[in-house]
């Protein structure tokens, strides 16, 4: 959530950053409007409440003294009934003002490309060289029908469109790189978690998925208002929602494998087949708590992290900055990973790597004490380390034979058992 005094004191150059992301001038208008007569009831009312309290002091000293208090009571009564009237209509402004903020994008760094859509990102750079193959490659849900290890036709018989059975060595597959995954985020600092696989509004809110991006995720129906994870950012920082953590102990990194859960209630009719847009999928993500001074470091550093995945992995890949049109709504910077898919000729996400700032810390109330005793709000990171679908998809098409079999990347091969093709 962006910080409304700096709205209120930096109004121009926060119109001018969301504008870019497709705010209308017209919404930060109301707000400001909004906010100013919200800040007007405020005083209002202060100048009453002390109105009152003086009052009531000279009731006290009337009856002190033993005179007729009858007149300041009578006043003090007046000015109470005023000053609940009045703060029933802050209320109502408090409101107003809440609900045009906590749907505002974050504000983009100053080194973010500004464009209306993904057309508009910046290649940053190319890793890896793209495979060339003497015979017309396959596309892997035709590659893993044929190898008997992925079953998309009972998986919509069981459940529906977007749902898959994995069998056999693409189960294992599955499992081998989410653990090679794991075991690689270790090796650079962080700590393993196992999360919830749902999570009450109030973390959904903190991270920024609601109130807008209600319709993208699957909320259960009962009264407990538990939703299914989107993604294991969530329970992952809100690890430390409504919590002070002492500054010295960050940064703080955390990585976890989860089941994400996504309705694609705006990506209609896109990536109808295979592995690339699921309503359920695995994904292991990194999460970062930083020092402000040092977020963009961590960020850097996240990208490194999910780049190393990839080259170990023999992928080709490209990292990508998102433009201002293109970026998530928590984020105020963001660079994409994506990995080569050689039956689109094209490569494709595989890792969203953000930056947001405060945005989120503001929203949940995470916070960390400096060196003075001083309470400040820190920056929170996230990333893909990586989509494992999407990881199963780029090595059945960039590891194919001409045989129809799949080579395993040696990497994977003691996760495997020593498996080396899939065939």
């Not at 992301?21 to 009453?48: P, W």
């Not at 290890?149 to 069998?167: C, H, N, Q």
Request: charged share 30%; aromatic share 8%; net charge negative.
């Amino acid at each position: 959530m962006l910080d409304i005094k700096q709205i209120r004191n930096n109004f121009d150059a926060v119109e001018t950053k969301l504008k870019t992301r497709g705010v209308s001038s017209e919404q930060l208008y109301e707000l400001r409007d909004f906010d100013a007569k919200r800040r007007e009831l405020i005083i209002e009312t202060e100048a009453l409440k002390k109105e009152r309290n003086d009052a009531s002091e000279a009731i006290g000293l009337a009856k002190r003294n033993k005179e007729d208090a009858s007149g300041a009571i009578a006043k003090m009564q007046e000015v109470s009934s005023h000053i609940k009237a009045l703060d029933t209509e802050l209320a109502v402004f408090d409101e107003k003002v809440t609900a045009i903020i906590e749907r505002l994008p974050n504000l983009p760094a100053d080194d973010v490309p500004v464009g209306a859509d993904e057309d508009d990102n910046v290649e940053v750079r190319r890793v890896g060289e793209i495979p060339t193959f003497d015979f017309e490659p396959q596309a892997h849900w035709d590659l893993g029908e044929k190898l008997g290890i992925l079953d998309w036709e009972r998986g919509a018989k069981v459940t529906g469109s977007r749902f898959l059975f994995y069998k056999g060595l693409g189960a294992r597959l599955e499992r081998a790189l989410y653990n090679f995954m794991l075991d690689e985020h270790a090796k650079e600092g962080y700590t393993e978690m196992i999360t919830p696989y749902m999570v009450n509004q109030d973390s959904m809110y903190g991270t920024g998925q609601y109130p807008k991006f209600k319709e993208d995720t699957f909320e259960l129906t009962d009264d407990r208002g538990f939703v299914l994870i989107p993604t294991a950012e969530v329970p992952l920082t809100n690890y430390y929602r409504d919590e002070i953590i002492d500054g010295a102990e960050l940064p703080i990194y955390f990585t976890a494998m989860s089941p994400s859960f996504r309705s694609e209630a705006g990506s209609a009719g896109r990536d109808t087949r295979g592995l690339i847009r699921l309503h359920q999928f695995h994904k292991v993500e990194m999460v970062k708590f930083s020092k402000p001074e040092d977020s963009y470091k961590e960020l850097d550093k996240m990208v490194e992290n999910a780049g190393n995945i990839l080259e170990k992995l023999g992928l080709a890949y490209r990292v990508v900055a998102l433009s201002t049109g293109d970026m998530g709504f928590s984020a105020a910077k963001t660079f994409d990973l994506e990995v080569w898919i050689p039956a689109q000729n094209t490569y494709r996400e595989i890792s969203s790597c953000s930056n947001t700032e405060d945005f989120q810390a503001r929203r949940a109330q995470i916070r960390y004490r400096d060196e003075d005793g001083k309470t400040q709000l820190l920056h929170t990171l996230n990333g893909s380390g990586l989509a494992v679908g999407r990881t199963v998809a780029a090595i059945l098409e960039n590891y194919q034979n001409a045989d129809g079999s799949v080579t395993v990347p040696e990497v994977l091969r003691p996760y495997l058992g020593g498996v080396e093709v899939i065939k």
